[in-house]
């Protein structure tokens, strides 16, 4: 359990914990606004300095610096992407694509039966991929993996068609709003299929521990009655 425990940490970590969700979020509502109020170069720079002024504030606080320095690159890639573009919009090309990629990639790892959620695991609690002999382990990994692949297809399919019909507000808040709550739910079914996969991996190892096990017939030494 205390294992659990710690690689649950260990990935929320990674990710910037509850905080990283929030901060995330900050310089995708301050683009919105300053795109209506004032145009594109000005949505352009305050993002930006948004996205430097968290990553500052989280510095100054010891927090964690990857998720905050990949947070700050991200914006000023999605804001570069806009002024090449030239509309505020293609603020969210890059998360738009990068949905498909890893909804594709979630989906073909299902096909071949190489659920990435289930290496993901491994890596995350450092340990073998010893799953992989146990099919019950491997379907609860695929069932999660094809979460996964529902939340970034949903993504991709929303946000393209806003893109396509000029709805830059509501690329802001649908980019929020299937962000993290749609991050949280899957998060949910993925702890689910592990749970269910470390049953189906113990499963034999109690078996083997204790053969005797629901043979009906023998005694408690393995004699019959």
Known sequence: METNRISA????????????????????VA???????AGLVAAIAVAVGTAALVLLWRLARRESAQPA??????????ALIAYLVGQSKGYFLLGIWMSLLWGVVFAVSVLIRRPLVGYLWSWASR?????????????????ATLGWTLVFAARFIV????????????????????GWPLTALAALATYAAIKAAQRAMRAP????????AGVTGLDTDGVAD
């Open 9 to 28: 940490e260990r990935v929320l970590a990674q990710a910037g914990g509850v905080s990283g969700l929030v901060y995330s979020s900050l310089p995708v």
């Open 31 to 37: 683009f919105v606004i300053a795109s209506s109020v």
């Open 69 to 78: 320095v990949s947070g700050f690159f991200g914006v000023a890639v999605c």
């Open 127 to 143: 340990r073998d991929l010893s799953w992989r002999g146990v099919p019950r382990a491997v379907y609860a990994f695929d069932i």
């Open 159 to 178: 946000q393209r068609l806003l893109y396509d019909a000029d709805k830059t507000g509501w690329l802001g808040v649908a980019r929020i709003g299937m």
């Open 205 to 212: 190892m109690e078996v083997a521990d204790n053969p005797t």
